[in-house]
């Protein structure tokens, strides 16, 4: 999952790339903005096949890959109950 959310994220920021071990590194400071987030969510949803949750969108909530990742696996779990049942 990882190197698939970099990439995502990699491809929407202006300057430069980022790699794991900045995974806590502020993506405002890495060269996101307003308008790339939107596209990186969008990306994020087609490359995961998923839907963000409403409360999620915000930057504040998806700033960090950590962040987005600990988003994802959520989703991904709370997807993989769903169908249990």
Request: one cysteine or more; hydrophobic letters at 40%; proline letters at 1%.
């Given at each position: 999952?990882?190197n ?33 987030f ?48």
């Open positions: 999952m990882h698939r959310i970099l990439e995502v994220v990699n491809n929407c920021l202006e300057e430069g790339e980022l790699t794991w071990e900045e995974r806590d590194k502020n993506l405002m400071e890495a060269g996101l903005d307003s308008i790339s939107i596209i990186m969510v969008v990306s994020l949803e087609d490359e995961f096949g998923c839907h963000i949750p409403d409360e999620k969108l915000q930057i504040e909530e998806m700033d960090t890959l950590r962040k987005i990742e600990e988003i994802l696996y959520s989703i991904e779990a709370d997807l993989k109950e769903e169908t249990a049942k």
